[in-house]
């Protein structure tokens, strides 16, 4: 636990569980739009789609990555 000078957490912990649970809300929406981009995979995609699809993924990646780093500075400062 990372704590400011006090000793206090940097995050109170009201806070820092309601950050969790939009946190664990995101991920589920995420993981909807992942399925969904896997599922496009399967079919047949012109070059535009296949574009399209993959600045999809791209976008989720960051999105998954940027929700894991939230999870993560939560977790170390509260």
């Known amino acids: 636990m990372t704590a400011d ?23 589920n929406a995420l993981e909807i739009v992942m399925q969904t981009s896997y599922l496009l995979g399967t079919l047949p995609l012109d070059e535009s789609g296949r574009k399209w699809r993959a600045m999809l993924d791209g976008g989720v990646q960051k999105a998954t990555e940027i929700n894991r780093q939230l999870r993560d500075f939560v977790r170390s400062n509260s």
């Open 5 to 27: 000078d006090t000793g206090t957490p940097s995050i109170p912990i009201e806070h820092a569980q309601q950050i969790r649970r939009l946190s664990h809300d995101l991920s």
